[in-house]
Nanobody
Framework: QVQLVESGGGLVQAGASLRLSCAAS????????MGWFRQTPGKEREFAAA????????YYADSVKGRFTISRDNAKNTVYLQMNSLKPGDTAVYYC??????????????????WGQGTQVTVSS
């Protein structure tokens, strides 16, 4: 019943921007943190960004800090990832995920309970 659907990925040139969206259904997640992770084939999935249930607190990996902005619209049960100044190194499948109860560590993927199918982001040089 719980489903997360990502959109907004695509192929862009270095320096361009993309805005990813993740719409959740099946339940309301306004009380829980949501995050974005990314993975390149052959490499481990890594944390990119996360946001608390209220939207007050945000967290970023050093590799994206200053370029990416995570936000959420709880009325729409949706989380966004604004990606600016994209680099070829940002090429990956981006996954959104949600917690269903408070967690201590918001950057760890094993703290998340539901995951989307991922959306491909490709940045060419």
């Amino acid at each position: 019943q719980v489903q997360l659907v990502e959109s907004g990925g695509g192929l862009v040139q270095a320096g361009a921007s993309l805005r990813l969206s993740c719409a959740a259904s099946g339940r309301t997640f306004s009380s829980y943190a949501m995050g974005w992770f990314r993975q390149t084939p052959g490499k481990e999935r890594e944390f990119a960004a996360a946001i608390s249930g209220s939207g007050v607190n945000t967290y970023y990996a050093d590799s994206v800090k200053g370029r990416f902005t995570i936000s959420r619209d709880n009325a729409k049960n949706t989380v966004y990832l604004q990606m600016n100044s994209l680099k070829p190194g940002d090429t990956a499948v981006y996954y959104c995920a949600v917690q269903t109860r408070p967690r201590i560590e918001i950057r760890r993927e094993n703290e998340y309970d539901y995951w989307g199918q991922g959306t491909q982001v490709t940045v060419s040089s």
